[in-house]
């Protein structure tokens, strides 16, 4: 569980390339043994942010750990450990020597001991004398993230650790890397596009676009009350409508639906896919695409009113051609500041 107290903060962090703002007047906080997942589309600057943090890109503004400003302060001063999404192993080093790599470059030797906690930590226990180049991808990651832990840094910098990796692996290892990262206590910074690698990792997250950060909270807070509406579409909310709130049940065009969460008034509900699903009785549509998926099917269903919405269907229970939608509160986000 985080801790209270502010470890690194960031004061009005910008970085230029030329014209070019990359980063602009950012400020955010980490807390000790807390995991903070920077969330944005491709290009927002989220890695910039991440390596000005670790000191690899020269900006304004300042970075401090317990206060004290680290402008200044070299990388290699800095007691950063950094995971990068190719993990960047020495091909000519066994496991064990990548691992070691990191205590050496912190003149702390090579520790067996050391090593072999690391490696039974992430899960690759008697990979001592295995060569990287004979491991998986997740495997690989695994090695990289023990040889950034071997030295206890301060922060943990990730950036995009999972994003080389297929869907199914990205899954397991994103669950895997969220229990190492507590085992160890880690005060860590996660930089990723994946929401919901974000929402498995992180104790908050800070979600960026072009540039700038536009809302920092927990999870839960985060995916159910998008600040505003290109928040919401980044977050999957593909339909934005209009609605009223009345002890805790929300009246709009599609229906009627239970948000205990949600306060009595004038509201706007983002609608991702799985809001709208097959049921009894509800509003009826005529099916206009299937797309086949692992564990669903997703629809695209003409309603009577005329306007198309997405929908999510069972496998084993695709509707025919017509079908009946009911809303359904896990699909649904709040938009907006209350």
């Not at 997942?37 to 690899?56: D, F, H, I, M, N």
């Not at 997405?310 to 896990?330: C, H, K, S």
Request: charged content about 25%.
């Amino acid at each position: 569980m985080a801790g209270s107290t502010t470890r690194l903060s960031v004061h009005g962090l910008t970085v230029r390339y030329g014209e070019l703002t990359a980063v602009s007047k950012v400020d955010l906080s980490v807390a000790d043994g807390e995991v903070l997942a920077l969330l944005g589309p491709s290009g927002c600057g989220k890695s910039t942010l991440l390596r000005a943090v670790a000191g690899l890109e020269p900006a304004a503004g300042r970075v401090c750990w317990d206060g004290g400003d680290l402008a200044g302060v070299p990388v290699h001063k800095r007691e950063f450990g950094l995971v990068f999404q190719d993990g960047q192993l020495f091909p000519h080093r066994d496991v064990a020597g990548n691992v070691a790599f990191g205590l050496r470059m912190r003149h702390l030797g090579r520790s067996p001991e050391r090593v072999a906690e690391l490696l039974e930590l992430v899960g690759l226990a008697g990979y001592e004398t295995r060569k990287v180049t004979e491991l998986s991808g997740g495997e690989q990651q695994r090695v990289a993230l023990a040889r950034a832990l071997a030295p206890r840094p301060r922060l943990l910098l990730l950036d995009e650790p999972l994003s080389a990796l297929d869907r199914a692996l990205r899954e397991q290892l994103a669950m895997d890397l969220a229990r190492v990262l507590r085992l160890a206590g880690s005060t860590a910074l996660v930089v990723t596009h994946d929401h919901d690698e974000a929402f498995t990792l992180a104790d908050r997250v800070a979600v960026m676009r072009a540039g700038r950060i536009y809302q920092v909270g927990p999870p839960t807070e985060v995916w159910r009350r998008p600040v505003d509406d290109e928040t919401a579409r980044f977050l999957g909310c593909g339909l934005i409508i209009p609605a009223t709130v009345h002890e805790g049940r929300a009246s709009c065009e599609l229906g009627e639906v239970a948000l205990p969460w949600a306060p009595d008034g004038a509201a706007r509900l983002g609608l991702r896919p799985t809001a709208l699903r097959p049921a009894t009785s509800g509003i009826e549509g005529k099916v206009l695409q299937r797309v086949h998926r692992r564990d669903h099917v997703r629809l695209q269903v003409r309603l009577e009113s005329g306007l198309v919405v997405d929908a999510v269907a069972g496998v084993l229970d695709t509707p025919d051609d017509e079908v009946t939608l009911a809303l359904d509160r896990d699909g649904i986000a709040l938009v907006g500041r209350p």
